[in-house]
């Protein structure tokens, strides 16, 4: 069984303020240990549940030299490799050659989530909502749509309990979820002992890999049309001269394609 490991920071277990998530900043490499060894749990739920090849792929986009680079190599579990991409959602060569499972680890709610801790889609500063065919989504959504473009369904969310009920929503009440914080607000939240939580995600990526066929890949349909709302009008403006996107109003743009992938590489990169 091959497993895609897919992570981002800013639902884990300790991390809740934005400084935490930011490459250089003083708090920043104490949250890079809390969140490799986030993955390192779902790693080993995964061999537990007779994964063969696991494959972590960093989705944090941190800045500077840590963006998609944020976990510590030096602790992460050796039964694993793991994927240092220059722009997210670019590597997608572990769901080509054909992969069984997907595993979200530390997912955050999408942006306007009232109680979901740092709550933002793709860019905090520029993202107001995105859609997918008419379904708001987050960066589950967009995972769950990337994995699906080769019927890789996403069998499990980890973050605070906003992602994860996000997670249900979009994929169904069989996906399994673990919440490792109640959220408060975008910068507080009551959180589980990372010990504690580690434990809950080794137990939940073993259970969630029990069944592969839980969980459908999850297909936005086609043809696909994105629509992204901007908070401002700048980021449209930049993509004003990109073959395939329209701009629908002062902040707003859509783009159209067969195939959803198709959409998201016309706008996105």
Same mark, same amino acid.
């Given at each position: 069984m091959?497993v895609?490991?897919?992570?981002?920071?800013?639902?884990?277990?300790g991390v809740v303020?934005? #400084?935490?998530?930011?490459? =250089?900043?003083p708090?920043?490499?104490?949250a890079?240990?809390?969140y490799t060894e986030e993955?390192?749990a779902?790693v080993? =739920?995964?061999?537990?549940?007779?994964?063969?090849?696991?494959v972590?792929?960093d989705?944090?986009?941190?800045?500077?030299?840590?963006?998609?680079?944020s976990?510590?190599?030096d602790?992460?579990?050796?039964?694993?490799?793991?994927v240092v991409?220059?722009?997210?959602?670019?590597?997608?060569?572990?769901l080509?050659?054909? $992969?069984?499972?997907a595993l979200?680890?530390?997912?955050?709610?999408?942006?306007?989530?009232r109680?979901?801790v740092m709550?933002?889609?793709?860019?905090?500063?520029d993202?107001f909502?995105?859609?997918?065919? #008419?379904t708001?989504?987050g960066e589950t959504g967009?995972?769950?749509?990337l994995? #699906?473009?080769?019927d890789?369904?996403v069998?499990?969310?980890? #973050?605070?309990?906003?992602?994860?009920?996000?997670?249900?929503?979009?994929l =169904?009440?069989?996906l399994?979820?673990?919440?490792?914080k109640t959220?408060?607000g975008?910068t507080s939240a009551?959180?589980?002992?990372?010990?504690?939580?580690r434990?809950m995600i080794e137990? =939940?990526a073993?259970?969630?890999?029990s069944d592969v066929?839980?969980?459908?890949?999850?297909?936005p349909?086609?043809? $696909?049309?994105i629509?992204?709302?901007f908070k401002?009008t700048?980021?449209?403006d930049?993509?004003?001269f990109r073959p395939g996107?329209?701009?629908?109003?002062?902040?707003?743009?859509?783009v159209t394609?067969?195939t959803?992938w198709?959409a998201?590489?016309?706008?996105?990169?």
């Amino acid at each position: 069984m091959r497993v895609h490991v897919i992570s981002d920071l800013e639902g884990v277990s300790g991390v809740v303020k934005g #400084g935490q998530t930011h490459g =250089g900043e003083p708090m920043f490499d104490e949250a890079r240990k809390l969140y490799t060894e986030e993955i390192n749990a779902a790693v080993r =739920g995964a061999k537990a549940a007779g994964a063969t090849e696991i494959v972590v792929m960093d989705c944090h986009g941190a800045g500077k030299e840590w963006s998609f680079n944020s976990l510590v190599p030096d602790l992460l579990d050796p039964d694993c490799e793991f994927v240092v991409q220059e722009d997210w959602t670019e590597y997608t060569a572990f769901l080509e050659e054909g $992969c069984d499972a997907a595993l979200l680890v530390g997912m955050h709610a999408k942006a306007g989530s009232r109680f979901g801790v740092m709550n933002h889609t793709v860019s905090g500063k520029d993202y107001f909502d995105l859609r997918f065919n #008419g379904t708001s989504v987050g960066e589950t959504g967009i995972h769950a749509a990337l994995c #699906g473009t080769w019927d890789c369904p996403v069998l499990l969310v980890t #973050g605070d309990d906003v992602a994860c009920a996000e997670g249900r929503e979009l994929l =169904g009440n069989s996906l399994t979820t673990v919440a490792v914080k109640t959220g408060l607000g975008s910068t507080s939240a009551r959180q589980i002992p990372p010990l504690r939580a580690r434990q809950m995600i080794e137990d =939940g990526a073993k259970q969630a890999l029990s069944d592969v066929t839980a969980v459908a890949p999850w297909d936005p349909g086609s043809p $696909c049309e994105i629509v992204v709302e901007f908070k401002h009008t700048l980021a449209a403006d930049r993509l004003r001269f990109r073959p395939g996107v329209e701009r629908v109003d002062d902040r707003t743009i859509s783009v159209t394609a067969d195939t959803w992938w198709e959409a998201w590489k016309a706008f996105y990169f």
